[in-house]
């Protein structure tokens, strides 16, 4: 006997932002192979469009953090089942980046990377809830981090920004539910997944293998997660089958949140 099983997110139209690459484009791949119409956003317009094109998607240039690029969005696309607010910078881009801890941060540099994982998340989350209104259904996945639930002392801006997300999507799961709609939203947190987002903090020079070996000790399971792993994540997020998950956040670190490097031996 022959078994097929039907696409898990067949007939929905999926809106993943920052898919230029990385984890965003890893969920942009997942979702086209099980079976969603994808539109990939970024603010990087060629490599938004090699992914489009690979997963025979659309690609629109996004930027996360303009309001007016997210009301240009709500005109041309009114109706969506699925907003991945993935979009999301550490600061550290750039040839010199500034410090991030808490005395020396400077304000600009901390409102500069609110401005993308907060305000970018608020406002699409804030799209998504209008675009999902009609059918009175849809899923949206925010991507926060680990960051988000443990102080990191040299990325103050982005621990402070991902805790946000966090709070903001059980904020947003509880509106939902409230006014009678079918609208879930969960957070997943990530950690040390090989993206080009760790490129800054690893370096090319001669440390950069330590620095990458210091980070693998560290984790439980003694490797980098793979972008798939989170897509994997995501996809069951955005499909049906976990119709009664709201407000949940999934953690998926190698094992770094389930206990403390001060646990006795
Ligand atoms: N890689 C990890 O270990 C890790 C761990 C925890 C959380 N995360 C989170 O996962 C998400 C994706 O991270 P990644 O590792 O793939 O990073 P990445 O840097 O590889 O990709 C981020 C993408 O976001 C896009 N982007 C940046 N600013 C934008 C803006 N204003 N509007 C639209 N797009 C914008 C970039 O162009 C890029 O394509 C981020 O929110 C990040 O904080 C990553």
């Known amino acids: 006997m022959k078994?097929?099983?039907?696409?898990?997110?067949?007939?929905?139209?999926?809106?993943?932002?920052?898919?230029?690459?990385?984890?965003?484009?890893?969920?942009?791949?997942?979702?086209?192979?099980?079976?969603?119409?994808?539109?990939?956003?970024?603010?990087?317009?060629?490599?938004?469009?090699?992914?489009?094109?690979?997963?025979?998607?659309?690609?629109?240039?996004?930027?996360?953090?303009?309001?007016?690029?997210?009301?240009?969005?709500?005109?041309?696309?009114?109706?969506?089942?699925?907003?991945?607010?993935?979009?999301?910078?550490?600061?550290?881009?750039?040839?010199?980046?500034?410090?991030?801890?808490?005395?020396?941060?400077?304000?600009?540099?901390?409102?500069?990377?609110?401005?993308?994982?907060?305000?970018?998340?608020?406002?699409?989350?804030?799209?998504?809830?209008?675009?999902?209104?009609?059918?009175?259904?849809?899923?949206?996945?925010?991507?926060?981090s680990r960051s988000g639930l443990v102080g990191i002392p040299a990325a103050s801006a982005y621990a402070a920004s991902k805790a946000a997300v966090r709070n903001h999507t059980k904020s947003v799961a509880l509106y939902c539910a409230g006014q009678g709609l079918d609208i879930r939203c969960n957070s997943i947190h990530p950690a040390a997944v090989m993206t080009p987002m760790w490129e800054p903090m690893l370096g090319t020079g001669p440390d950069r293998a330590s620095r990458e070996a210091a980070l693998v000790a560290d984790t439980p399971m003694k490797r980098f997660g793979r972008v798939e792993e989170v897509a994997a994540l995501a996809v069951m997020l955005a499909s049906d089958e976990v119709a009664y998950m709201t407000g949940a956040e999934l953690t998926i670190d190698g094992g770094l949140l389930a206990g403390s490097a001060a646990a006795p031996g």
């Open 3 to 144: 078994v097929t099983t039907k696409p898990r997110l067949a007939g929905k139209t999926c809106l993943v932002t920052g898919a230029a690459r990385g984890i965003g484009a890893g969920i942009a791949r997942a979702f086209a192979r099980e079976g969603a119409t994808v539109l990939v956003t970024d603010i990087e317009v060629e490599g938004g469009e090699a992914v489009a094109r690979e997963i025979g998607g659309r690609f629109r240039r996004l930027d996360v953090a303009a309001e007016d690029d997210w009301a240009a969005l709500a005109e041309a696309q009114p109706e969506i089942d699925v907003v991945v607010n993935n979009a999301g910078i550490t600061g550290f881009e750039g040839d010199a980046p500034p410090p991030h801890d808490p005395e020396h941060a400077t304000l600009e540099a901390w409102r500069a990377v609110h401005a993308v994982n907060l305000d970018g998340t608020f406002l699409g989350c804030r799209y998504a809830i209008g675009a999902m209104r009609a059918k009175g259904a849809g899923s949206i996945v925010n991507i926060s």
